[in-house]
DNA sequence: TTGTAGGCGTTATCAA
DNA sequence: TTGATAACGCCTACAA
């Protein structure tokens, strides 16, 4: 039940001031230009340039100077012109399945981090599990001409594998482990992950098993993964759910409900993602049913929420972040226009052990 | 406890490939110019940039004919060029508090939406509820050069007011009301969200009251709010608890600890921000601590978790994503040089009422 | 309604 | 190591 309050005035914040108020400048100052910078460090231009881009061409007590004077005046190069002029922006283009999910904004701002400091700035866009909206965003990524590309996630659509291939920049794919990046790669097997499930189920003693996942996708990676790991291992598979686009805990419960009246009996379910693996515990929660002792239940992703609840999820997980800073550094290092000993970093898988299995 | 899972040969995930593989083209096709669009249309270059960017100088036919010139080639104006040369970039600089907040995201989002229809970019930045990283944010802005900014939350320290008037492009504030934006603000009054929650504690019967928020900020604003109106309505607020920064639910649990620790007889917590509210749900829940017959518990913001707890957490919030979209459409209007009507607008704060009180 | 001329601020290129 | 010259691609200003 939504009450809406509409105060008939709405209340000032009276927000605190860090420090007293001082009349606001109303002109936007023109901003200051390499010359202006050039003329007062008794230099041309193109050494102010090289002094900031690349400072090992310009005398040690030059470069000091111009600096300096960089500093006085609050020069700041014009990224337009620099791009303009050099073909090379530097700007770096993200895109995220989701904007809302935690662990792609991890690997997002570990990845902004690295590239930051090396004067990137990022842009993030959303693909929303949708193969249409990724091949516009890549359309317009014409338009934006990045330095460089990233995607949390692989590229499925050959069209898209074509046309990002042709903008002839880094790309950067991330969260698994194809056999055929479009460029380069940062990632972990899904498949890997699937048989960590089914090998840890039955490290556990669970016998009747069943998969809960997003349908295609990595979904699917995980699912192979977890189905011949299992029949290796002589263990059933009794169920294999995959829904459309779970995006919320309570779309988690219903599939779970779903899964409970297909077969009530397994005695495990692998959730191939954290937020099914959350709303199965809620739900499970809710109908008195004992997790691990009735039904243990494996996530995939790890989250916050995943280590608080009751009880605490056990999940399948990479680092996040620091998928990012290897993806950040990679792309840093090839943007310097050094070259890679390799173009594919595979990480680590691990089990995070907790109390629901 | 973590397992490292290294496999010796990690799996490859054998990604289904949306359709055949085709050859990659290896040279990055120079891109076409306006020059080009032009010729191949039998007009001048102007005379593009015109049907492109100010339809209604060409004459129809004209136009429609160049815009098939225009599809056919592929081509795109370089933004670079662009701005070099009108002045005008078409970025827009967004900074949140936190990446990894569902809210300011959400309200990113529906922003981006507004802006991206009207050929905007959106970069976002983290400035990690820290004065310094704020600066040294806003200072990089200068290199930059949006077309405007928007903050999701309100610019405090003085000196960052300043430099922002002075960049002279439309600054946009949110998340709260304060006498004196900068510029451009689409808020809501905190003071009257502390308000409504002890007007909606005190009409549950709650008599004895606790607040639990961050130090400073938009907590304080919610304090005093709920401090006025508690008085007001004679009940007494035995403990004000400020924790510094707390980013995990882990944190959230910690807090409400120490509150129990102070003053385990409150029997109603108003929680300042979801992420606390969750912690103490969780942690009542595991103390046997009944909610909200031994303690109510209201939180502020909303979440996905918030509505799965149980019980379903009682909270005051904003529509975050209409906030953004109404803030990308005062900008919209901005930008395209209409004048405004007003800058200020201010949403209404709707308590959304579940089993927590 | 369309076109011509020129410059936005920077850096590539070549010369000293 | 430093500098002069020109050009990146587009759009403003002005002219027709």
Not at 236 to 244: G, I, M, P, Y
Request: with cysteine; net charge neutral.
């Amino acid at each position: 039940m939504i009450q809406r309050h509409a105060a008939p005035i709405p209340s000032f914040d009276d927000v605190v001031r860090v420090k007293p108020d001082a009349p606001l400048a109303s002109a936007p100052a023109r901003s200051v230009r390499i010359e202006e910078v050039a003329r007062l460090a008794g230099v041309s231009p193109i050494t102010v340039s090289r002094a900031l881009h690349q400072p090992h061409k310009v005398a040690e007590a030059k470069r000091l100077h111009i600096l300096q004077v960089v500093a006085q005046t609050g020069y700041a190069s014009n990224p337009h012109a620099r791009a303009l002029r050099s073909g090379q922006s530097n700007v770096v283009a993200a895109f995220v399945s989701n904007l809302l999910s935690a662990q792609f904004l991890l690997a997002v701002q570990g990845c902004t981090e690295v590239l930051e400091a090396e004067g990137y700035q990022m842009i993030v866009g959303q693909t929303a599990y949708s193969y249409e909206k990724e091949s516009s965003m890549i359309e317009s990524l014409r338009a934006v001409r990045p330095a460089a590309v990233l995607f949390t996630g692989i590229v499925e659509l050959e069209e898209n594998r074509r046309k990002l291939a042709e903008l002839g920049i880094p790309v950067m794919e991330t969260w698994a482990y194809p056999r055929d990046p479009i460029d380069m790669l940062v990632g972990f097997s899904n498949h890997d992950g699937g048989r960590l499930a089914a090998e840890h189920l039955a490290a556990r003693g669970y016998r009747k098993l069943a998969f809960l996942g997003r349908q295609g996708g990595r979904g699917a990676l995980r699912l192979r993964g977890f189905r011949e790991a299992a029949a290796e291992l002589g263990l059933s598979v009794a169920l294999e759910l995959t829904v459309d686009h779970p995006k919320t805990i309570a779309d988690g419960r219903a599939a779970f409900t779903r899964l409970l009246d297909m077969k009530p009996d397994v005695d495990a379910v692998f959730c191939a993602n954290d937020l099914l693996a959350i709303g199965a515990v809620f739900e499970a929660r809710h109908r008195g049913i004992r997790v691990p002792q009735d039904m243990a239940l494996l996530g995939f992703g790890d989250t916050d929420v995943s280590s608080e609840l009751q009880p605490p999820l056990t999940t399948i997980t990479v680092d996040h972040r620091e998928l990012g800073q290897r993806a950040g550094a990679m792309l840093a290092k090839r943007l310097r226009g050094e070259t890679l000993d390799r173009r594919i970093d595979v990480l680590d898988l691990q089990l995070i052990l907790r109390e629901s299995t």
